[in-house]
């Protein structure tokens, strides 16, 4: 990887946007700067690492919440404060404890208030 200039990134960031839990990357990736060219290498053809990573996690916690189908807030009420494998949220959307069950009811009920409000201010900017 590639000394930081302003064509490259922090670890971070390049992790946020191939969607990884950074982590759980391998160390050079973690210790390096990440260039565009390298990040779009990754994206185009990644390796396998990356592909395992993707498949199996531990995921970050913007993507098990959306795999659960909850707010990365409700990921915290519901007491899950770390990264987890895709085995760990099959098995909670197996099993379906009340937690869940509640923080995905809530964030469909956010989810369709604020759909019926992006409708109601779509009609008001018709209606002029």
């Known amino acids: 990887m590639s000394k930081q200039n302003s064509q490259s990134m922090k670890p971070a960031t390049a992790a946020k946007k191939l969607d990884v839990?950074?982590?759980a990357t391998p160390a050079e990736f973690q210790q390096n700067p990440i260039t565009r060219d390298e990040l779009?290498?990754?994206?185009?053809?990644?390796?396998?690492?990356?592909?395992?990573?993707?498949?199996?996690?531990?995921?970050?916690?913007?993507?098990v919440a959306a795999k659960l189908g909850i707010s990365i807030a409700g990921l915290t009420r519901g007491g899950v404060e770390k990264a987890l494998t895709t085995e760990q949220i099959d098995r909670l959307l197996?099993?379906?404890?009340?937690w869940l069950v509640a923080e995905r009811e809530s964030y469909q009920n956010v989810l369709q208030e604020e759909r019926r409000l992006k409708s109601l201010r779509a009609e008001q900017a018709r209606e002029g």
Not at 94 to 98: F, G, L, R, Y
Request: aromatic fraction near 6%; avoid cysteine; hydrophobic fraction near 30%.
């Open 94 to 98: 197996e099993e379906k404890p009340e």
């Open 21 to 23: 839990y950074l982590p």
């Open 40 to 63: 779009a290498a990754l994206q185009a053809d990644p390796p396998q690492w990356l592909k395992d990573l993707r498949k199996n996690g531990p995921h970050p916690k913007n993507l």
